[in-house]
C-alpha cells in the first residue's frame, strides 16, 4: 500500500495497493485501515520486532522461487524465458514502463514470463510465473513454500488472472501453486476471482471512506473486521485492556460481554455477570476466575517469582504416575522447515533428548539426525533404549510436555515403516505420559499461556539464556547447517551445542515440572 501523484496535481494522490494487501485486507480491515493512518502520518508505526523466522521462511521461499525458474528455463531454454527486472524507480513512470514491458512480451508469446509486473487501476503487483499453454492462454503460476493450497494463495492467483484479463490477455481458467512439497496444484479461477473482485472492492471502499475522515482509526470500532491475530491487532489488545487477554476467551463470548459494555479484561474480573444479564455456566466461571488470576485479584494458593497459581479440585493431579528411578523426561528438536535435498520430504526430528536419573544427579542422552536415514536410526536407538530400561525399571513413564512428542514419533515411525508397534505399545499403555494435561485439568496461572517457559517461574527461578524457544532452536538449526554446508566446522558444532543445551534445559523442566506438580498433592 503506497501513495502516488496523479498526473492531475491537483487531485489528491493515488492509493495502490497490492494483492498482498488485498489478501491481508480480506482478513483484518483494521491492521489496512491502521497501515493507511501510518502512510496519512496520522498515527505511528507500530514497532515490529525482528523476526528471524519470517527472515528464514522468506529465505526459503526465494530459494524455491530461484528452484522452479531454473527448471523452466531448462525445460523451455533460456531465451524463451522473459524476466522482467524490478522497476528502475519506483514512481509512476517507472511503474508503467515495467507494466508495458510485461504486456508486450505476453503479445510477443514468450513461454514463460517470470515476475510480470502489473500497474493499473489503483493496483501494482508482480507475478511469480506467467506459463504460455497449448490453447494460447497464459496461465498464473506461484510459488509457494506451503504444503497444501491455502486460500489467501488462491486469492492472489485471481489478482493476476484479473490483471491479464483487463489487459486483454487470454487467460487459462486454471491458476496454479507450486508448493514447497514440488507439486503443482490446480485450482478453477472462475470460482476464485468474483471473490477477490469482492474482497478488493470492499477494502478500496473501506479505505477510501477513512481518508476522508478526520480522525485515526480507534481499536473497538465496529465498522471493521478485526482478526484479533496480526502484530496489529496484538498491540492494540495489549494496550486496550482487551478481553481476548483472557486465556480460553473467543470471539463470541467476548462479542456478548462486549454487548452488556463489558469491554477490558479487568472490567469482566470485577463485574458480577448475572448483573449484566450473562447466564453463567461452568465456562463463563472458568473464565472470570482467569480474568482475576491474571489481573492479580484473584483468590489464589501460592506466587513464585511473580506468577501466582490456584489448585483446581481436579483428580488430574492424582493421576500422576509414581516416581520411578527409571522415569525418563523427554524433548524433541525438530525443523519443519528442513527439506531432504533427494526426495524432497520436509521435516526432520534431528535431536530425541532425554534426561534420566543417575547416581550423580542426572544423565543428558541425545539421539541426533542429520538426514532421514540418521532420523530412523535415531527412533531405532531410542526405543530399543528405552526398553531396555524398562527391563530394568517396568514401572518407568516417559514424560513430555504436550502432544508433540507423541504426533513425533508416531510421524517418524510410519516415515520409516519402522518401530511402529513399540511407539503405539508406550502410547497406548500410558508410559508416555503427557504432563501439559495435567496442567490444564489441575491448576491455573496468572499468565494466558500453558507454555512450559511461562510456568518454570514456579520451579526453576534461574531463567534460560542463548536458544530460549522452539523458533530459536528452528532457527538456530538453519544457521547450524548452513555452517556444515560451508565447512565452518568449529562455527557449526558451537551452534548445535547451544541447541542441545536448550533442549536438556527443557528435559530438565519437564522433570522439574513433573516434581513441582507431585507437591502440590501433598
Not at 499453454?133 to 493476476?160: H, P
Request: charged share 25%; aromatic share 8%; with cysteine.
Amino acid at each position: 500500500m503506497f501513495f502516488l501523484p496523479t498526473t492531475d496535481r491537483r487531485d489528491p494522490d493515488e492509493l495502490i495497493l497490492s494483492a498482498s494487501d488485498i489478501v491481508a485486507g480480506s482478513t483484518c480491515e483494521f491492521a489496512a485501515v491502521r497501515k493507511l493512518d501510518v502512510l496519512l502520518k496520522r498515527l505511528p508505526a507500530v514497532a515490529q520486532e525482528a523476526d528471524a523466522m519470517m527472515d528464514l521462511t522468506a529465505a526459503l521461499g526465494d530459494k524455491h522461487e530461484a528452484k522452479v525458474l531454473g527448471l523452466l528455463r531448462e525445460e523451455y531454454g533460456v531465451s524463451r524465458v522473459y524476466e522482467v527486472a524490478p522497476p528502475r524507480t519506483f514512481d509512476r513512470p517507472g511503474l508503467e514502463a515495467r507494466h508495458r514491458e510485461t504486456i508486450q512480451a505476453l503479445r510477443d508469446g514468450f513461454d514463460v514470463i517470470y515476475q510480470g509486473c502489473f500497474f493499473a487501476d489503483g493496483f501494482h503487483g508482480r507475478a511469480d510465473f506467467l506459463i504460455l499453454q497449448e490453447d494460447g492462454t497464459y496461465a498464473v503460476f506461484d510459488t509457494k513454500l506451503a504444503r497444501s493450497a491455502k486460500s489467501q494463495a488462491l486469492m492472489q492467483l485471481a489478482a493476476y488472472a484479473d490483471q491479464l484479463r483487463n489487459a486483454g490477455v487470454p487467460v487459462h481458467r486454471e491458476g496454479h501453486l507450486i508448493l514447497g512439497t514440488n507439486e503443482t496444484t490446480s485450482h478453477p479461477l472462475p470460482e476464485h476471482i468474483p471473490l477477490y473482485d469482492a474482497a478488493r472492492d470492499r477494502l478500496r471502499a473501506v479505505l477510501e471512506a477513512h481518508r476522508l475522515a478526520s480522525k485515526p482509526s480507534a481499536w473497538g470500532d465496529p465498522r471493521w473486521v478485526a482478526c484479533l491475530k496480526c502484530a496489529d491487532c496484538k498491540a492494540e489488545m495489549d494496550a486496550a485492556d482487551d478481553l481476548m487477554l483472557v486465556r480460553r476467551m473467543n470471539r463470541s463470548r467476548r462479542a456478548k460481554l462486549m454487548d452488556t459494555g463489558l469491554t477490558t479484561m479487568t472490567m469482566f474480573a470485577a463485574a458480577d455477570l448475572p448483573d449484566v444479564g450473562i447466564k453463567m455456566d461452568p465456562l463463563w466461571a472458568e473464565l472470570q476466575d482467569q480474568a482475576r488470576l491474571q489481573c492479580g485479584f484473584g483468590d489464589i494458593d501460592g506466587t513464585t517469582n511473580g506468577v501466582s497459581y490456584k489448585i483446581l479440585e481436579n483428580p488430574a493431579l492424582i493421576g500422576i504416575p509414581k516416581p520411578s528411578p527409571g522415569d525418563i523426561f523427554f524433548d524433541f528438536e525438530g525443523d519443519p522447515l528442513w527439506q531432504d535435498p533427494a526426495t524432497g520430504d520436509w521435516g526432520i526430528e534431528y535431536l530425541f533428548g532425554l534426561v534420566e536419573h543417575s547416581a550423580d544427579g542426572h544423565d543428558f542422552i541425545a539421539f541426533t539426525a542429520h538426514s532421514l536415514d540418521e532420523e530412523r536410526q535415531a527412533l531405532i536407538d531410542f526405543i530399543d533404549h528405552v526398553t531396555e530400561r524398562r527391563a530394568i525399571h517396568p514401572d518407568l513413564h516417559i514424560f513430555h510436555y504436550a502432544q508433540y512428542e507423541v504426533t513425533a514419533l508416531r510421524k517418524i515411525a510410519r516415515r520409516h515403516q519402522v518401530m511402529i508397534d513399540e511407539v503405539e505399545e508406550l502410547v497406548e499403555t500410558g508410559v508416555m505420559f503427557d504432563l501439559y494435561e495435567t496442567v490444564k485439568g489441575s491448576v491455573r496461572i496468572s499468565d494466558r499461556s500453558f507454555s512450559i517457559k511461562k510456568l518454570e517461574p514456579l520451579y526453576m527461578p534461574a531463567g534460560r539464556l542463548g536458544v530460549t524457544n522452539a523458533v530459536d532452536s528452528m532457527v538456530q538449526y538453519s544457521i547450524y547447517r548452513d555452517a556444515v554446508d560451508s565447512g565452518r566446522d568449529m562455527a557449526a558444532r558451537d551452534i548445535f551445542r547451544a541447541i542441545s543445551d536448550y533442549n536438556h534445559y527443557d528435559c530438565l523442566s519437564t522433570w522439574k515440572l513433573r516434581d513441582w506438580l507431585i507437591n502440590l498433592t501433598r
